[in-house]
């Protein structure tokens, strides 16, 4: 079955750097959209960012824009999230998601456009 990991998470000052991981399993990794969500406690769910197959589009949040990277190796089955200087307010599980599709563009902005979700990993930024 359809397995998503995220891992990388974790306890970081403001201003520091996290890089999460996600590892795709049961799937052809390079036939889905990659997604990263969050959500923080008494929040709905919301989008981060998100990259085509091929790793050659991608589409972010305004808020993270500059701060955050998204990149996906498909060999590896894997897709990042390397996110720079980090502020309080981007603590939140961070959850990814995949979506088969094999659009060049993808405002999958919404948590229904996508097909998979993994367990999601704990960013913590204190202040």
């Known amino acids: 079955q359809v397995q998503l990991v995220e891992s990388g998470g974790g306890l970081v000052q403001a201003g520091g750097s996290l890089r999460l991981s996600c590892a795709a399993s049961g799937l052809t990794f390079s036939n889905y959209a990659m997604g990263w969500f969050r959500q923080a406690p008494g929040l709905e769910r919301e989008f981060v960012v998100a990259i085509n197959w091929s790793g050659g589009s991608t589409y972010y949040k305004d808020s993270v824009k500059g701060r955050f990277t998204i990149s996906r190796d498909n060999a590896k089955n894997t897709v990042y999230l390397q996110m720079n200087s980090l502020k309080p307010e981007d603590t939140a599980v961070y959850y990814c998601?995949?979506?088969?599709?094999?659009?060049?563009?993808?405002?999958?902005?919404?948590?229904?456009?996508?097909?998979?979700w993994g367990q999601g990993t704990q960013v913590t930024v204190s202040s």
């Open positions: 998601a995949a979506k088969r599709t094999s659009r060049r563009r993808v405002t999958l902005t919404t948590r229904y456009d996508y097909d998979y």
